[in-house]
């Protein structure tokens, strides 16, 4: 499956973005979704995962309460929506795809480690400003 992630861009803190990623080359309902970031000097942290039908969500705590993921498997994409954006949320953001068996063992126990994942996107740059 191709990853296409969009919707990054520069914002004010406590500003809102919405990031989209649309899949292709897949069926799309049988992946496991993520999203992750890498600011500058970094390594990649996990920020978000929907398990295949969207029933089952992780995040990591510092996003709790602002970010929300969400898919629409009719449309191939998953979203995540960023609300009271911070500065420290500046970075790249990637989508990752994993074609899984057990949705609810995975978001549970595997979402938050990049290596579980077999498809990533390119990233979409959000830059968030003091």
């Known amino acids: 499956v191709q990853l296409q992630a969009s919707g990054g861009g520069l914002v004010q803190a406590g500003g809102s973005l919405r990031l989209s990623c649309a899949a292709s080359?897949?069926?799309?309902?049988?992946?496991?979704m993520g999203w992750f970031r890498q600011a500058p000097g970094k390594e990649r942290d996990f920020v978000a995962a929907i398990s295949r039908s969207g029933g089952y969500t992780l995040y990591v705590d510092s996003v709790k309460g602002r970010f929300t993921i969400s898919r629409d498997n009719a449309k191939n994409t998953v979203y995540l929506q960023m609300i009271s954006l911070k500065p420290e949320d500046t970075a790249v953001y990637y989508c990752?795809?994993?074609?899984?068996?057990?949705?609810?063992?995975?978001?549970?126990?595997?979402?938050?480690?990049?290596?579980?994942?077999?498809?990533w996107g390119q990233g979409t740059l959000v830059t968030v400003s003091s």
């Open positions: 990752a795809a994993v074609n899984a068996v057990g949705s609810y063992y995975f978001i549970a126990t595997r979402a938050r480690t990049p290596g579980r994942y077999n498809y």
């Open positions: 080359g897949g069926t799309f309902s049988s992946y496991n």
